[in-house]
């Protein structure tokens, strides 16, 4: 995917000056052996110009780590710190930083070799606080070699998010369909992330979609999607129109992003675009969003940077799906209920009309929209891509800012169960532990639209620091509560 950063830290080291300096540099030199030995040394970048004991220091080092490229930084606390120096350094980096601090390492070791870094970091948090630096601190920041080095690896995601939102450009054609409010939402808050934002008319793109007929490149991108569908191209005689919209998309992208290094699409796709464009435009978006450009249904802005973010985060492809219907009890009856350790109300649907992309699907065919086809003709409802979702550990997810215009997000982890829907879309049966009460008093309560981001695998621990990061609440970062802690808008008599 070239669509997202390629995170390089600078891994800096401080010291107090009335600590032995040694301890900062074999410490730092052990961990970065460790990163090295676990995880290969592309993602890092050891400073070796100084130990940062003064302001002086933090320039030197500062101009160092941005000389090698590094776009985060990791301040490693080898001893006690200079709670001056190591936080003026993290407010004049520009990127996403992280402070990370060493634990003592044997008990033999207690008098000149003892660092106190795990006092250190309470410092280090206060200094952040008074220069109003955020910083991304792991749960517990203070640890050996090969500990720091994981902090290290779980901070990537959270940095690769944090830097592709501030080059990132979503290009959106609207206006949203009408009788769908539920995804309108303010865009000031992308300006406050750094996020830019171009909103089209769909009477723009239909220009350019024409532009392209004819274009020269179409049979070879038919051949491309001919070779993906195999057996499951059912709507052969559709192909060459979905190849002119992908390429209008694509040259879209490339000649509107301007100085923005990466794009996320809201698309329109009901209730004129079947019968202006003779398609609908569920597969191609699956194509892009598999390639690393997250396009969005129905004009959903804040869904795009949703998915934007996951694909950051997983450096993988992710969906956009309905949080859609129940699971029929006799469904849940002879398939789940006995096979897996869920509720009746853990598990629901997710669906699309056919945006999910071919590679987390169990198998695809090409099909038209049956829910538009009940009230249009069906030769301009072909397009969808549609199968089961491949079952696997997935987390639900999203960013959101409403009528107020506040952020606020939820993360729910889970997983798509490995059983056949009988329906159609791109749909799968989803299982989040207590769904029924996250439903109720996050999804509900704290208004969020149906829509939500899915990406495949567990990634709840580094969307959560994302949103965290981002300046979201902590008590606005909604999750799937265990049964033993209630939710404080949940009735106690239930």
């Known amino acids: 995917m070239n669509n997202i950063p390629e995170v390089r830290v600078g891994i800096v080291a401080v010291s107090r000056d009335c600590f032995p300096e040694s301890l900062s540099v074999n410490r730092r030199r052990a961990l970065v052996e460790a990163y090295v030995r676990k995880y290969g040394a592309d993602s890092i970048y050891e400073c070796p110009v ?8 933090m320039v030197q080092a500062l101009c160092d780590i941005k000389e090698a490229g590094c776009n985060a930084l990791c301040v490693y606390l080898g001893n006690f710190g200079p709670e001056i120096a190591e936080t003026l350094l993290a407010k004049h980096f520009e990127g996403p930083k992280m402070f990370i601090a060493a634990a003592e390492e044997t008990q033999e070791d207690l008098l000149q070799g003892r660092g106190d870094a795990y006092c250190g ?8 606080k008074l220069r109003n630096v955020s910083a991304y601190i792991p749960e517990y920041p203070v640890g050996d ?4 080095a994981d902090m290290i690896c779980g901070f990537l995601p959270v940095a690769r998010a944090l830097i592709g939102l501030r080059e990132l450009k979503i290009i959106s054609f609207g206006p949203r369909p009408a009788n769908f409010l539920a995804c309108n939402a303010p865009i000031q808050q992308l300006y406050n992330l750094g996020v830019e934002i ?12 024409y532009r392209h007929e004819g274009d020269a490149r179409i049979p070879g ?16 005689g559709i192909l060459a129109k979905l190849a002119q919209y992908e390429l209008t998309l694509l040259d879209w992208v490339r000649d509107h992003k301007g100085y923005r290094k990466y794009v996320a699409i809201a698309g329109k796709c009901w209730p004129a675009f079947q019968t202006q464009f003779g398609f609908v435009p569920c597969y191609v978006n699956s194509r892009l969003t598999g390639s690393g450009i997250p396009v969005s249904c129905e004009v959903d802005i804040y869904g795009a940077l949703s998915e ?21 009890k006799d469904m849940y009856a002879d398939s789940i209920r006995g096979n897996y350790g869920y509720k009746h109300t853990d598990t629901f649907m997710g669906f699309h009309c056919g945006n999910t992309c071919s590679s987390r699907l169990s198998g695809c065919e090409m099909r038209n929209q049956m829910i538009m086809a009940r009230s249009l003709p069906a030769e301009v409802t072909n397009g969808t891509l549609e199968g089961d979702i491949a079952p696997g550990d997935i987390t639900f997810f999203r960013l959101q800012s409403a009528s107020d215009n506040h952020l606020r997000a939820y993360v729910a982890e889970g997983e798509v169960l490995p059983v056949a829907t009988r329906s159609f879309g791109s749909i799968g049966v989803f299982a989040i532990p207590e769904m029924g009460r996250f439903y109720r008093h996050v999804l509900i309560q704290k208004n969020y639209p149906h829509h939500g981001a899915v990406a495949f695998g ?7 620091e994302v949103f965290r990061a981002l300046g979201v609440p902590a008590e606005e970062i909604g999750y799937n509560r265990p049964a033993s802690l209630p939710y404080p808008t949940e009735n106690p008599f239930m």
């Not at 100084?50 to 220091?57: A, D, K, L, P, R």
């Not at 970091?121 to 952040?128: K, Q, T």
């Not at 567990?458 to 959560?464: I, K, M, S, T």
């Open 121 to 128: 970091m309470l410092n280090a948090g206060y200094n952040l």
């Open 50 to 57: 100084c130990i940062v004991e003064s302001e002086i220091h």
């Open 308 to 328: 934007y973010i996951g694909t950051c985060v997983s450096q993988d492809a992710v969906t956009l799906l309905d949080i859609n219907n129940t699971v029929p």
């Open 221 to 236: 991108v038919v051949a491309d999607m001919e070779a993906e569908l195999g057996a499951g191209n059912k709507k052969p």
């Open 145 to 148: 070699a090969e500990e720091c």
């Open 458 to 464: 567990h990634h709840g621990r580094a969307l959560f």
């Open 198 to 209: 171009e909103e089209n008319s769909e009477l723009d793109l239909f220009e350019a979609f």
